[in-house]
């Protein structure tokens, strides 16, 4: 199986920050990769699949890079009401998903 | 589009439950369809798929042999039946679609059902 493992598991940063969570997988996925926010309470909402492509509505300021196995998920401008949970998820192989980065706004 | 999960509850170890989510606002049958659950104090776990036909269905390790998934698409529903439950089994269980039928990355979401093992 393959095991996708985030880093840092949690951030607080300032509003307007450039904020990356680094997402590293035990195997190769080639760019089949996944992003997701959960705000507390709520659904899990996609934000950028294949790696880099932003999903329908999601601001620019969320970034994704990466392939193989090391990828990453960039905010460039903190805003608060980027607070929750995010989590990487891989599709190359059944469907794993990292344990997740707790992004706080001091 | 809109994805309504139901039926989730308190259970006994040993026990069962069934969820079912309800699809609104887009073309249920031509998309696959997965469970995800959220145990408490841990992050996401995918749990089970099923193609946009239902006959062919995916499972966790974890779960292999226990739950069952199934779809009625003319209903717009998708099932999880859960049998010999374990503590461990609980969480917010979520369904989610996939954008086309390849079980790819997840583009909607259900709020969750909640799920509690216990005795």
């Known amino acids: 199986d393959i095991q996708l493992t985030q880093s840092p598991s949690s951030l607080s940063a300032s509003v307007g920050d450039r904020v990356t969570i680094t997402c590293r997988a035990t195997?190769?996925?080639?760019?089949?990769l996944a992003w997701y926010q959960q705000k507390p309470g709520k659904a899990p909402k996609l934000l950028i699949s294949?790696?880099?492509t932003l999903d329908h509505g999601v601001p620019p300021r969320f970034r994704g890079r990466g392939s193989g196995t090391e990828f990453s998920l960039t905010i460039d401008s903190l805003q608060a009401e980027d607070v929750g949970l995010y989590y990487c998820?891989?599709?190359?192989?059944?469907?794993?998903f990292g344990q997740g980065t707790t992004v706080e706004v001091q | 589009v809109q994805l309504v999960e139901s039926g989730g509850g308190l259970a006994q170890p040993g026990g069962s439950l069934r969820l079912s989510c309800e699809g609104t606002?887009?073309?249920?049958?031509?998309?696959?369809l997965t469970w995800v659950r959220r145990a408490p104090g841990r992050g996401l776990e995918w749990v089970s798929s099923?193609?946009?036909?239902?006959?062919?269905?995916y499972y966790a390790d974890a779960v292999k042999g226990r739950f069952t998934i199934s779809r009625d698409n003319p209903k717009n529903t998708l099932f999880l039946e859960m049998n010999s439950l374990r503590p461990e089994d609980s969480g917010i269980y979520f369904c989610?679609?996939?954008?086309?039928?390849?079980?790819?990355?997840?583009?909607?979401w259900g709020q969750g059902a909640s799920v509690t093992v216990a005795s």
């Open positions: 989610a679609k996939s954008p086309v039928d390849i079980i790819a990355y997840f583009d909607s």
């Open positions: 606002d887009f073309d249920f049958g031509n998309h696959a």
């Open positions: 099923v193609s946009r036909t239902g006959r062919t269905t």
């Open positions: 195997q190769t996925v080639s760019n089949w």
């Open positions: 294949k790696a880099s």
């Open positions: 998820q891989q599709y190359q192989s059944s469907w794993t």
